[in-house]
């Protein structure tokens, strides 16, 4: 199946600084990707949607000045998180969806990057 | 909030016998998901089912989607120690662009 990658797997950082995520599409071009958060033992949150070649589309309480997300090309999208404090602190997943295949397109998931802000 | 819930949100059982997990959601959807995470990793894509399908099967994960209700259900039957995970389900709405919402997930631990 489609693979979806993203780097770095693990940050530390100091608070104050920015981290920027990246998310690939390994083998095939995906127009639309996808940001989650997920705090322990809690469910992904959607973040935002990134697509191609326009301005990203934030859910309803995320910060879009804090979390920039920029979808450059269609195998790429990064997050970053400026001026990251601990409670942004959290385990960060991309998706991308696949539109080669016929009807529902599934998504597929990066393997997230853990984030801790000192 | 659009976010499903689902039910248990903890569930423990013995090696063999079979686990069920429910996930309701609020508004008319395009399809639901179910996806596995082990802890502290990624997501692994089990089932998806179309609006329009009421049960489907792979290998031995049955999933049922009721509308009427706006409710799924996910079985994993015979389960197995490497069965131990979280299970999220998934909806996409109509008109959305795609995006998923997460049900809270349910906890699911098998003893061997």
């Known amino acids: 199946g489609a693979v979806v990658s993203q780097h770095p797997s693990r940050v530390i950082c100091k608070s104050g600084t920015s981290v920027k995520i990246e998310c690939r599409s390994l083998?095939?071009?995906?127009?639309?990707m996808f940001w989650y958060r997920q705090f322990p033992k809690q469910s992904l949150m959607l973040m935002a949607t990134?697509?191609?070649?326009?301005?990203?589309?934030?859910e309803q309480g995320v910060e879009k000045d804090k979390f920039l997300i920029n979808h450059a090309s269609l195998t790429l999208s990064t997050l970053t998180v400026t001026s990251a404090h601990p409670e942004d602190s959290s385990f960060y997943i991309c998706?991308?969806?696949?539109?080669?295949?016929?009807?529902?397109?599934?998504?597929?998931f990066g393997p997230g990057t853990r984030l801790l802000v000192l | 909030s659009q976010q499903g819930e689902e039910d248990p949100q903890a569930l423990s059982i013995q090696e063999g016998e079979n686990a069920t997990m429910n996930c309701s959601y609020k508004?008319?959807?395009?399809?639901l998901q179910w996806y596995r995470q082990n802890s502290g990793r990624g997501l692994v894509h089990l089932i998806l089912?179309?609006?329009?399908?009421r049960e489907k099967h792979s290998g031995r994960l049955r999933v049922t989607l009721d509308t009427s209700k706006k409710s799924s259900s996910l079985l994993i039957t015979a389960s197995r120690a490497a069965d131990t995970a979280s299970y999220f389900c998934?909806?996409?709405?109509?008109?959305?662009?795609?995006?998923?919402?997460f049900g809270q997930g349910t906890e699911l631990s098998v003893k061997p």
């Open positions: 998706s991308a969806r696949d539109p080669r295949a016929g009807g529902p397109e599934t998504q597929y």
């Open positions: 083998d095939f071009q995906a127009t639309t």
């Open positions: 990134s697509n191609e070649g326009s301005k990203a589309t934030y």
């Open positions: 508004t008319s959807i395009n399809n």
């Open positions: 089912i179309r609006s329009n399908e």
């Open positions: 998934a909806t996409e709405f109509y008109n959305q662009g795609g995006k998923l919402i």
